[in-house]
């Protein structure tokens, strides 16, 4: 069986093939289109998804080796995410899955990233702890199986990844955020400023805006501005900061260890690249005994792999949609996610 | 509430306090800018004012620059902090999303493409004064 996956749910455009369970192609936007085709993408553009999406495609089906009435399903990201965006990869998927008479799968962008462990060697076990982490979403979940998932905690205000760039520009390290904090706070001292660890009414919820304010009060405070931070203590700051952030996911990961039985641990998106945070689950998997999976890089940020694969997860489980369902703006509009 | 508003505040609570009383004039097609630095309590305001609606689910849009939320009013949260060129928010469908009559729409970082938006708006600045004061000011526009 082939199955076709298409991700256009913000930035990136993706699309890949699995073929009887392999992953056969993953090609994204950024890394993929740029070389081969020429010119700049633009951000944040569904003109730029609607003009990569086919060339990106035919590329895809070439690379895996097969034309397109080889295609047996094919799945799209649905939601969460930018509503322009979202409809070009689901109408292309949509007609094309018409066109050649299979089924189509919408997914959820979310799901996708929960599932994405599967794509490596070392699969995650069912009942898993799962923490997606990522520029738009900090979620901490209980997989028990391919369709129940419960939500155990998520951020009250700004996502991790968010903090991570918004603290990176007043830094003056700018975008993205992530890599660069990362690389300035590499074997810097952690303790040059003790930045708070918010605590929410539910245990397990998550905020970094506090963290946010914090640094800046601490900037503003301390040097006036941004501008006047001596440059030997930027990284400094940065590794303080990183620290908090990081153990702020740990902390309620570990309390969930806990709390609630699993037999593996997946770190999952586009902040699960950063090497911290992934040290501290090694540990923490090391502490609870638990398997640990986390994806490889490019499966943490945006890919239609992760789309491809949760789709076929989901046509294997016998979950039938109609060509009328629709692109979702939110989270909640539609998930397995309880 | 009179316009042009003003206060110092010192803590969330009289945040809270100001966004109850503000949540109670908007109607749906209004549309609300909000602007003040980085950590100044922008999204909290908005946070403050859609509770009142009965909607407990409002997050930062500076990721997704746009999120919609739906209970006793529908909410549209724009967050231009990530948008480099104005060809992006309309892209985005910018202009279907102001140009509802059945919502309302907030704008956190609206200056960044003051030339977008409508002149009739409600313009709220949050400044910090000093460590432990900030002051709320909103204009009422048009």
Known sequence: ?338 | MKFPFHKKIKTESETVEIAEEFSKLLIPGEIVLLNGDLGCGKTFFVKSVCRHYGILNVSSPSFSIVNEYHNDKNIVHFDFYRVKKIEELYDIGFEDYIMNNETIVFIEWSNMFMKILPKKNYEIEIKFTNNSEREISIVKHG
């Open chain 1, 1 to 338: 069986m082939n199955v076709l996956g298409i991700e256009s749910s913000c930035d990136e455009t993706s699309v890949a093939v699995i073929s009887e369970g392999r992953l056969i192609s993953n090609l994204i936007s950024s890394q993929d289109f740029h070389t081969n085709y020429g010119g700049v993408v633009p951000e944040l553009s569904s003109r730029a998804h609607l003009q990569i999406l086919l060339p990106l495609v035919k590329q895809s089906l070439a690379q895996a080796g097969i034309t397109l009435n080889q295609i047996d399903l094919v799945t799209a990201t649905a939601g969460p995410g930018l509503i322009g965006a979202l409809l070009v990869g689901l109408s292309f998927a949509k007609g094309f899955a018409y066109s050649i008479k299979k089924p189509f799968i919408p997914v959820n962008h979310i799901e996708g990233h929960i599932f994405s462990g599967f794509l490596m060697e070392e699969k995650p076990e069912f009942p898993y702890l799962c923490l997606v982490v990522s520029g738009g979403h900090t979620l901490l979940l209980l997989v028990e199986s391919e369709t129940e998932i419960k939500k155990l905690g998520t951020t009250i205000d700004d996502a991790a990844g968010e903090a991570f760039d918004k603290i990176s520009k007043l830094l003056g390290f700018g975008y993205p955020g992530g890599p660069k904090i990362q690389e300035a706070a590499l074997n810097q001292r952690t303790d040059f400023v003790d930045f708070p660890i918010a605590q929410c009414k539910n245990e397990f919820d998550f905020s970094f805006s506090g963290l946010k304010t914090s640094v800046l009060r601490f900037i503003q405070k301390e040097y006036g501005d941004a501008s006047k931070i001596p440059n030997e203590h930027l990284p400094s700051i940065a590794a303080s900061f990183q620290y908090s952030a990081v153990r702020a996911l740990v902390v309620n990961t570990d309390k969930a260890l806990r709390k609630y039985k699993t037999n593996s641990i997946s770190l999952v998106g586009g902040v699960a690249a950063n090497k911290m945070l992934r040290d501290e689950f090694q540990k923490l998997a090391g502490k609870y005994k638990k398997k640990l999976v986390i994806p490889s890089a490019e499966f943490c940020g945006d890919n239609g792999a992760m789309i491809a694969y949760r789709g076929s997860q989901l046509h294997q489980a016998g979950i039938k949609y109609s060509f009328d369902f629709n692109a979702f703006p939110s989270l909640s509009d539609h998930t397995f996610i309880k």
